[in-house]
């Protein structure tokens, strides 16, 4: 089967692409390896500065009821905190929620959906050929990567941060607690990992949090972890106490890596959490996924009147300009936030200066996606 773009990957990157390629009238296919619709381990603040640029591809998402978030509660091991209006804000929603609506949206356009892992992508005489077990071949001039932080596709591409370990898993768990604001998301620290609250679009409070796996690796299981270690943030220990699990069981992924990688290897351009993950602290993952989607979209239109080879240029360049301060500065605060000292010395130095936090929370934003 022949297409215009292969994307690999219908996460949040992958189905932005979809859409925005099949409004400029590519022929578009996704591959995804889960079904819709699926949990996923995230912290599920978004970023208004999404907003325009979804509803320009038809996702409006002010018809929802999603609570709007525009403050930020910072707190450290010991329960010393601050809190800061945030300057674009942001809006709660699950990513049960959030990735079937775009979903949907590919669907009701006709976007093809090969359901199954995409284990193989050749590049052979300007084409590419991906291997989806169970589905014919797929080939396609274009790729995007838009497959996550981790793939058995990493390997086959030799990609270097698959050859180190990350020390870093994330949990996540809903639960029903009413007496969490609306408008709040509130990060806190705990020895080796920080957790991030805010509300989703049912009113239950979305708890997630990463932690390092030496941290981890002496409690049974996160309910152990969770009372002897998470808890001891005074925030986080009462929230526990007093909120009821809406899942059976929590969620977890290890080997969250926060390495560089490329924005495009083997002539794949590489979209979302392939291309590069900012730390979650910063609460722009989802954010930066969906702009790289635009980015990767409008290079590839480009394709009708330049080479391959100035797309991939062009591609890298613009990745880069958008996005690697961010990650940058990301990767300093997570530093600086996971130690005692460090959050301690960060939170009461941003205490005397609420210009100081807004001006931080600036640096791993942008602003409004222009469509
Ligand atoms: C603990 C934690 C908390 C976070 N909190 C926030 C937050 O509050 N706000 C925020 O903005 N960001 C947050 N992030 C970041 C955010 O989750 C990611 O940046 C975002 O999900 C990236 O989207 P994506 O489309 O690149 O990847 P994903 O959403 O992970 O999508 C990748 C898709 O590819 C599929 N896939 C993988 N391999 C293959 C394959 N070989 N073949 C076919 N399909 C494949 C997967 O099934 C998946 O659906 C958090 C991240 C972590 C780890």
């Given at each position: 089967?022949?297409?215009?773009?292969?994307?690999?990957?219908?996460?949040?990157?992958?189905?932005?692409?979809?859409?925005?390629?099949?409004?400029?009238?590519?022929?578009?296919?996704?591959?995804?390896?889960?079904?819709?619709?699926?949990h996923?381990?995230?912290?599920?603040y978004?970023?208004?500065?999404?907003?325009p640029?979804?509803?320009?591809?038809?996702?409006?998402?002010?018809?929802m009821?999603?609570?709007?978030?525009?403050?930020?509660?910072?707190?450290?091991?010991?329960?010393?905190?601050?809190?800061a209006?945030?300057?674009?804000?942001?809006?709660?929603?699950?990513?049960?929620?959030?990735?079937?609506?775009?979903?949907?949206?590919?669907?009701v356009?006709?976007?093809?959906?090969?359901?199954?892992?995409?284990?193989?992508?050749?590049?052979?005489?300007d084409?590419?050929?991906?291997?989806?077990?169970?589905?014919?071949?797929?080939?396609?001039?274009?790729?995007?990567?838009?497959?996550?932080?981790?793939?058995?596709?990493?390997?086959k591409?030799n990609r270097?941060?698959?050859?180190?370990?990350?020390?870093?898993?994330?949990?996540?768990?809903?639960?029903?607690?009413?007496?969490?604001?609306?408008?709040?998301?509130?990060?806190?620290?705990?020895?080796g990992?920080?957790?991030?609250?805010?509300?989703?679009?049912?009113?239950?409070?979305?708890?997630?949090?990463?932690?390092?796996?030496?941290?981890?690796?002496?409690?049974?299981?996160?309910?152990?972890?969770n009372?002897?270690?998470?808890?001891?943030?005074?925030?986080?220990?009462?929230?526990?106490?007093?909120?009821?699990?809406?899942?059976?069981?929590?969620?977890?992924?290890?080997?969250?890596?926060?390495?560089?990688?490329?924005?495009?290897?083997n002539?794949?351009?590489?979209?979302?959490?392939?291309a590069?993950?900012?730390?979650?602290?910063?609460?722009?993952?989802?954010?930066?996924?969906?702009?790289?989607?635009?980015?990767?979209?409008?290079?590839?239109?480009?394709?009708?009147v330049?080479?391959?080879?100035?797309?991939?240029?062009?591609?890298?360049?613009r990745?880069?300009?958008?996005?690697?301060?961010?990650?940058?500065?990301?990767?300093?605060?997570?530093?600086?936030?996971?130690?005692?000292?460090?959050?301690?010395?960060?939170?009461r130095?941003?205490?005397?200066?609420?210009?100081?936090?807004?001006?931080?929370?600036?640096?791993?934003?942008g602003?409004?996606i222009?469509?």
């Amino acid at each position: 089967m022949n297409y215009d773009v292969v994307i690999i990957g219908g996460g949040l990157a992958g189905l932005t692409a979809a859409l925005h390629l099949n409004q400029s009238g590519f022929q578009v296919s996704v591959v995804e390896k889960n079904q819709y619709p699926n949990h996923k381990v995230c912290g599920e603040y978004v970023s208004n500065e999404v907003k325009p640029y979804l509803k320009n591809l038809g996702v409006d998402l002010d018809n929802m009821e999603c609570p709007q978030i525009d403050t930020l509660q910072l707190s450290t091991h010991s329960g010393q905190s601050i809190t800061a209006k945030l300057p674009l804000g942001g809006f709660g929603i699950s990513r049960y929620e959030l990735d079937a609506i775009l979903y949907q949206n590919a669907l009701v356009r006709n976007i093809p959906f090969f359901f199954g892992t995409a284990t193989d992508i050749q590049f052979l005489n300007d084409n590419f050929h991906i291997t989806v077990p169970g589905h014919q071949k797929l080939k396609a001039k274009w790729v995007i990567g838009a497959y996550g932080k981790r793939s058995i596709l990493d390997k086959k591409l030799n990609r270097t941060f698959m050859s180190n370990k990350s020390p870093w898993l994330g949990v996540k768990c809903h639960y029903a607690y009413d007496d969490f604001p609306n408008n709040l998301v509130a990060l806190h620290n705990f020895k080796g990992g920080y957790g991030g609250l805010s509300k989703t679009e049912r009113g239950h409070v979305n708890f997630c949090y990463l932690t390092t796996f030496e941290s981890f690796k002496n409690y049974k299981n996160v309910a152990e972890f969770n009372l002897k270690v998470v808890s001891l943030n005074p925030f986080l220990g009462q929230f526990l106490r007093n909120a009821s699990p809406v899942f059976e069981k929590p969620i977890s992924i290890a080997q969250v890596s926060f390495e560089r990688k490329k924005p495009v290897q083997n002539h794949i351009l590489m979209c979302g959490d392939s291309a590069g993950l900012i730390h979650p602290l910063c609460g722009n993952g989802m954010a930066m996924a969906i702009h790289a989607a635009k980015i990767a979209s409008e290079c590839i239109i480009q394709s009708k009147v330049q080479s391959r080879d100035f797309i991939e240029k062009a591609y890298a360049k613009r990745w880069k300009k958008e996005f690697r301060n961010r990650l940058w500065t990301g990767r300093q605060l997570q530093r600086l936030l996971i130690s005692e000292f460090g959050a301690n010395m960060a939170i009461r130095t941003v205490t005397k200066s609420e210009k100081l936090l807004r001006s931080m929370i600036r640096r791993t934003h942008g602003k409004p996606i222009l469509v």
